[in-house]
Structure formats: C-alpha cells, structure tokens
C-alpha cells in the first residue's frame, strides 16, 4: 500500500475551478493506476476519474467528461484533478485512491479495486 495525502479543497462558487492534488508519501507512483472517487452526504461513493501513471490511459465519469482532468502533477508523485466549470452537484468529499497494477482493467470505476485511500478533502460549490 502507498500513503496518500490529498490538497485542495474548498468552498467555491459554481463556474468556478479547483485544483485538488493527492501525493505519495515515501514511494513512487509508478506501476499504479490512480484514481479520483467522490461522496456526497447520503449518496454512494462515485467514480470521477483515473489515470494510468506509467502509460497514461484516463477515464472519466460521464458527469464530469469535458470539465475535469486527472494528470500528473509537477510536484514529483502527484496526481492533480483540475476541476473546471464546477456546479453545485459537485459538491462532495473528493479522494484520491491507488491501486497497485501495471494495467488499468475494467475495475476501474470500482471503488473496492483500489489498495489504498487519502483521507478525503471537502469540496462545496454554491449556486
């Protein structure tokens, strides 16, 4: 399992954009597929996006296709989710997941595939 520490969150208005960015502590995310799931208050955890850190392959949930992006970041062993165009049925927990594979599956808007987890960071868009 890796450590997985999230940034980012926020209180924002709709239209807005946020950047949440989800780190590795102490290893390297190379052989992982990264994932972005969300939560909302009395809702299932949903799949937002996920990235194939070493070929690069995404996928994203069709709620967000066109206004999201998962990428790497600059930092070194980050994975950045830029939210663009945010409304309020965004509004959710955001978490960064890691599954330890070299290839991305069908599993992957699974939430359970995934081997480890961040601890979440709050996001609140208003109308």
């Known amino acids: 399992q890796v450590q997985l520490v999230e940034s980012g969150g926020g209180l924002v208005q709709a239209g807005a954009s946020l950047r949440l960015s989800c780190a590795a502590s102490?290893?390297?995310?190379?052989?992982?597929?990264l994932g972005w799931f969300r939560q909302a208050p009395g809702k299932e955890r949903e799949f937002v996006a996920t990235l194939n850190w070493n070929i690069g392959i995404t996928y994203y949930a069709d709620s967000v296709k066109g206004r999201f992006t998962i990428s790497r970041g600059n930092a070194e062993n980050t994975v950045v989710l830029q939210m663009n165009s945010l409304k309020p049925e965004d509004t959710a927990v955001y978490s960064c997941a890691a599954k330890s594979s070299y290839y991305t599956g069908r599993n992957y808007r699974t939430w359970n595939w995934y081997d480890s987890w961040g601890q979440g960071t709050q996001v609140t868009v208003s109308s």
């Open positions: 102490g290893r390297t995310f190379s052989n992982y597929v």
